[in-house]
């Protein structure tokens, strides 16, 4: 089975920089990827990892360990309008459907 | 390409009719997926679908639910005799044949009186 554990909520302040960490345990592994979703709207695909290392898109980051079961999302430079739940969503090897954590809820303050 | 497409946005059920949820995918896109989440709760897998073939419908209640995708038209998720407990937003992805991850649609939020 697949198990994915992320923070249930963060705050941060509006020009700062936070971090939302994922951990997952999968039998196998082929992705991670993380997803925007604002309340009451589709989720929306922000990055994708699959090999070691940080990938860097624009204000957004993910990083992933393969080896430590482990993923964060780098947001930087935050916005009011990030305020939104991330959604860390793993898939396992030899599946095409992706496993969701519960989602961060990130409130950004002024 | 005007994404994946959901219909109704909104829909209201008695306890005990029959709810149509409809998607139809990106432009390109074979692969369908439909998941449900409820208030405080994660995106939950229910079946994934190609064109006239369920590929796997693991995480779909065996009684009362039921989906298909045809070779024409649209998927549809279908509950019969509707209770309290179904009432929750169901979103369709979709996601082309080499599948790198999903695009969602804007979901159906399904409510049961």
């Known amino acids: 089975g697949q198990n994915i554990d992320q923070p249930t909520e963060m705050t941060a302040t509006e020009g700062a920089i936070v971090q939302i960490n994922c951990t997952y345990q999968?039998?196998?592994?082929?992705?991670l990827f993380w997803y925007q979703q604002h309340a009451g709207e589709a989720p929306t695909f922000l990055s994708y990892?699959?090999?070691?290392g940080l990938e860097e898109k624009g204000r957004f980051s993910s990083f992933l360990s393969r080896s430590k079961g482990y993923s964060y999302l780098l947001l930087k430079e935050l916005q009011m309008k990030d305020s939104a739940s991330y959604l860390c969503?793993?898939?396992?090897?030899?599946?095409?459907?992706?496993?969701f954590g519960k989602g961060t809820m990130l409130l950004v303050s002024p | 390409n005007a994404g994946v497409m959901q219909n109704p946005r909104h829909l209201v059920r008695r306890r005990g009719q029959e709810a149509r949820l409809r998607c139809s995918p990106m432009?390109?896109?074979?692969?369908v997926y439909w998941y449900r989440q409820l208030p405080e709760e994660g995106l939950k897998f229910m079946v994934y679908?190609?064109?006239?073939?369920?590929?796997?419908e693991s995480g779909m209640p065996k009684e009362r639910f039921s989906a298909e995708f045809p070779k024409e038209g649209p998927s549809i998720l279908r509950i019969q005799q509707v209770v309290r407990g179904d009432s929750a937003a169901y979103f369709c992805?979709?996601?082309?044949?080499?599948?790198?991850?999903?695009?969602f649609g804007s979901g159906t939020r399904l409510t049961v009186v």
């Open positions: 992805a979709s996601s082309p044949p080499l599948n790198y991850g999903y695009t």
């Open positions: 999968t039998s196998g592994f082929n992705g």
């Open positions: 990892n699959v090999l070691d």
């Open positions: 969503a793993v898939r396992p090897a030899g599946y095409s459907t992706l496993t």
């Open positions: 432009k390109g896109h074979s692969h």
């Open positions: 679908l190609q064109k006239e073939n369920i590929i796997d």
